[in-house]
């Protein structure tokens, strides 16, 4: 075979090899891609929610008062006092998702009247403030129900006091202490129901003027406070 033919079978070949190896290098670059694709997938980035440790609630709430007391140097007398219904609001702040503080703001009139050797005398009237500071354990561990105990401080104010019946009236600021049991039902992140019970006992005392005589004594108030109302959580 003459040298020209042998270098043009050469040539030929050469192109050849050429073409396929191109061929398989179009052929593996998608794998090579997919490959890639998997070995290095995208991630979306973490969405890290921040935690607000601030709620309030707005209840009505039955006050339910004890109707016990005395007045001094009168034998068998006994002094009620009437019950109310009122709004309240309420400030919680979340130290821990579990640990609490609650400030409970109302306020609420009392009609006082005469019961036992004075029944029937018509004492007089007296609003009163009640401020009420409570530390909270909330429970975490029942999904949308949330209960939670409570304890704490509460100092009353007795303020715009009308005698009725006598010449004067005064009751005096007293402090007192304070128990709550309660729950939220979460409907959603931030809106819930709330109910709640608190126990607050208060013993005030009081000077009170009948003609031109003057008395003191002390009633038991003790009142029970049952509530419902909206929840929100900042």
Known sequence: ??????????STGLLAGTMLMGAMMIGA???????????YPVKAPVVVETWNPWQIRLRVTGV???DSGSVNGIAGSGLKTSDTVIPELDITYYFTKNWAAELILGTTYSYVTGRGSIDGLQVGKTWLLPPTLLLQYHFTDFGNFKPYVGAGVNYTFFYKQDANQVTDLDIKDTWGWALQVGFDYMLDKHWGWNVDVKKLFLEPDFDVVVGSTPYTGS???DPWLISTGITYKF
Do not use: Q
């Not at 670059?29 to 070995?39: E, I, N, R, V």
């Open 29 to 39: 670059a998608p794998a090579s891609a997919a490959d890639l694709a998997t070995k």
């Open 219 to 221: 009633t038991k108030l």
């Open 64 to 66: 339910v008062t004890n």
């Open 1 to 10: 075979m003459s040298g020209w033919a042998m270098g043009k079978i050469k």
